[in-house]
T-cell receptor, first 118, second 113 residues
Framework: DGGITQSPKYLFRKEGQNVTLSCEQNLNHDAMYWYRQDPGQGLRLIYYSQIVNDFQKGDIAEGYSVSREKKESFPLTVTSAQKNPTAFYLC?????????????????FGPGTRLTVL | GESVGLHLPTLSVQEGDNSIINCAYSNSASDYFIWYKQESGKGPQFIIDIRSNMDKRQGQRVTVLLNKTVKHLSLQIAATQPGDSAVYFCAENMRGSARQLTFGSGTQLTVLP
């Protein structure tokens, strides 16, 4: 089946620890994204990547880091510098259009990882 | 600043009735819009999209209407079913933006028996 997978589904972290959330896609999409969702709120962009070995900060990148060594994978590390990391984290991917002619294509989301800091 | 917003945070409808979920956007440079459905504890699911050169687009039981004059987007769901209960988000993308989508806060749709 083609799609986006995220693991783990639930993650618990002690204060001061770094944790890494996995995101894999087999849709052959160029672009990948990480969002954070808090209860009753919309999605806020953490990081995005248009191509391998390149990524850009989103609106709330502080306390997070990413890598894009492979087209299929875009892991997110939540560092101890993130002061309020408890949230639902969503990964997405899309084809990448020419921004001058319309920007990105539709984003497709994974099932999410719920991170709780103990 | 530019934003995507929804008129109502919650909407309750009777099973079998039609649902209309609204979205206002303020960025006139936005040229691509998407509706997503998100069930509790799951990732958003693509429903339908529309580009700014269109006023209406239909899918299976869903229709999206775009009114660029008043910067308004709506999602119509025909014959609403219990499985339609979820949070619905609209999202926009700006022409020329190397970024991505900007999401609204969502509307909770509840289908009553």
């Amino acid at each position: 089946d083609g799609g986006i997978t995220q693991s783990p589904k639930y993650l618990f972290r002690k204060e001061g620890q770094n944790v890494t959330l996995s995101c894999e896609q087999n849709l052959n999409h160029d672009a990948m994204y990480w969002y954070r969702q808090d209860p009753g709120q919309g999605l806020r962009l953490i990081y995005y990547s248009q191509i391998v070995n390149d990524f850009q900060k989103g609106d709330i990148a502080e306390g997070y880091s990413v890598s894009r060594e492979k087209k299929e994978s875009f892991p997110l590390t939540v560092t101890s510098a993130q002061k309020n990391p408890t949230a639902f984290y969503l990964c997405a991917s899309s084809k990448w259009g020419n921004p001058g002619t319309g920007g990105t294509d539709t984003q497709y989301f994974g099932p999410g990882t719920r991170l709780t800091v103990l | 600043g530019e934003s995507v917003g929804l008129h109502l945070p919650t909407l309750s409808v009777q099973e079998g009735d039609n649902s209309i979920i609204n979205c206002a956007y303020s960025n006139s440079a936005s040229d691509y819009f998407i509706w997503y459905k998100q069930e509790s504890g799951k990732g958003p699911q693509f429903i339908i999209d529309i580009r700014s050169n269109m006023d209406k687009r239909q899918g299976q039981r869903v229709t999206v209407l775009l009114n660029k004059t008043v910067k308004h987007l709506s999602l119509q769901i025909a014959a609403t079913q219990p499985g339609d209960s979820a949070v619905y988000f609209c999202a926009e993308n700006m022409r020329g933006s190397a970024r991505q989508l900007t999401f609204g806060s969502g509307t909770q749709l509840t289908v009553l028996p």
